[in-house]
């Protein structure tokens, strides 16, 4: 019977053993299985942040960068016609077409000679369909020409921007054409150019081709629209009776007239 104990109890101790070493391997497995799974779950949050990191890099844009590489704008990316054209210091050349001289008068810049520039809406010409005619007194426009003529940033002047140059010339109304006028290139008279705008006459041409006065009388387009008609005041430059006339008058739409513009 004693032996039956101790053969129990050694049993027993035995079991106790076993129950010891696989409750001590189950806890090691389960500690390994945490570590493994913190590790993991490090990583990623470790891998998150650098894909964090990469997609907040590639989507910022650093504004003291030199890198010119960005989208452009549908307003910002016109021909490189307008935005040079609009962007010219006053006395610099105004390229339309052709490269036109500018000129600083008063607080305005304006072109300081007759634009010679084909548009492709309305009707436009060179006098008597000459190109020397073009080249020298510039091309002659109807209204719709003319009211797209200038360039990005440049505009037809209205008539009190004309009543404005008459009165920096210092001249009565009668008088002022002689501060308009270029100081050669007029059959009549010339004139001093005291303003420095260097008017030449392109004469005038119908629509149905017909052209007179190119040398002797000089006519302009404004902006400004008579009421209740459809005409538009003109500047108009000769000489008469004696006097240098600078005066304003309308004229009708398709008639072909010259062109300067002035800065906005």
Same mark, same amino acid.
């Given at each position: 019977?004693? &032996?039956?104990?101790r053969?129990?109890?050694?049993?027993r101790?035995e079991?106790? *053993? !076993?129950?010891?070493l696989?409750m001590?391997?189950l806890?090691?497995?389960?500690?390994s299985?945490?570590? &493994?799974y913190?590790?993991?779950?490090?990583?990623?949050m470790?891998?998150?942040?650098?894909n964090?990191e990469q =997609?907040?890099? *590639?989507?910022?844009?650093d504004?003291t960068?030199? +890198?010119?590489?960005?989208?452009?704008?549908?307003?910002?990316?016109?021909?490189?016609?307008?935005?040079? *054209?609009?962007?010219?210091?006053?006395g610099s050349? &105004?390229?339309?077409?052709r490269?036109? !001289?500018?000129?600083?008068?008063?607080?305005?810049?304006?072109?300081?000679?007759?634009?010679?520039y084909?548009?492709?809406?309305? +009707?436009?010409?060179?006098?008597?369909?000459n190109a020397?005619?073009?080249?020298?007194?510039?091309?002659?426009?109807d209204?719709?020409?003319?009211?797209?003529?200038?360039?990005?940033?440049?505009? &037809?002047?209205? =008539?009190?921007e004309?009543? !404005?140059? !008459?009165?920096?010339?210092?001249?009565?109304?009668?008088?002022?054409g002689?501060?308009?006028?270029?100081?050669?290139?007029?059959?009549?008279?010339?004139g001093d150019?005291?303003l420095?705008?260097?008017?030449?006459?392109g004469?005038?041409?119908?629509d149905?081709?017909?052209?007179?006065?190119?040398? *002797?009388?000089?006519?302009?387009?404004?902006?400004?629209?008579?009421?209740?008609?459809?005409?538009?005041?003109?500047?108009y430059?000769?000489?008469?009776?004696?006097?240098?006339?600078a005066?304003?008058y309308v004229?009708?739409e398709?008639?072909?007239?010259?062109?300067?513009c002035?800065?906005?």
């Open positions: 019977m004693f &032996l039956d104990e053969m129990c109890h050694s049993e101790s079991a106790k *053993s !076993k129950n010891l696989l001590s391997a806890s090691l497995l389960f500690l299985g945490c570590t &493994l913190d590790n993991y779950d490090i990583d990623l470790e891998g998150a942040a650098s964090t =997609s907040s890099d *590639s989507g910022s844009v504004p960068s030199s +890198n010119t590489d960005f989208p452009v704008s549908p307003e910002s990316s016109g021909s490189f016609e307008s935005s040079a *054209s609009a962007s010219i210091d006053c050349p &105004l390229n339309r077409g490269d036109h !001289k500018t000129v600083l008068i008063g607080e305005q810049c304006w072109m300081a000679e007759n634009l010679d084909e548009t492709t809406l309305g +009707n436009s010409m060179c006098f008597d369909n020397a005619n073009c080249a020298k007194y510039g091309r002659l426009y209204y719709e020409a003319a009211s797209h003529a200038c360039p990005t940033g440049w505009r &037809l002047p209205t =008539s009190a004309y009543d !404005k140059l !008459k009165s920096l010339s210092g001249a009565q109304d009668d008088y002022a002689e501060h308009f006028k270029a100081t050669s290139g007029w059959a009549s008279e010339n150019d005291k420095k705008f260097s008017a030449l006459p004469g005038f041409c119908t149905a081709g017909v052209c007179k006065f190119a040398g *002797s009388v000089g006519y302009w387009w404004t902006s400004t629209e008579e009421v209740m008609d459809e005409t538009h005041y003109v500047l430059l000769s000489k008469e009776d004696q006097r240098y006339t005066s304003m004229d009708n398709e008639r072909l007239l010259s062109v300067r002035v800065k906005d």
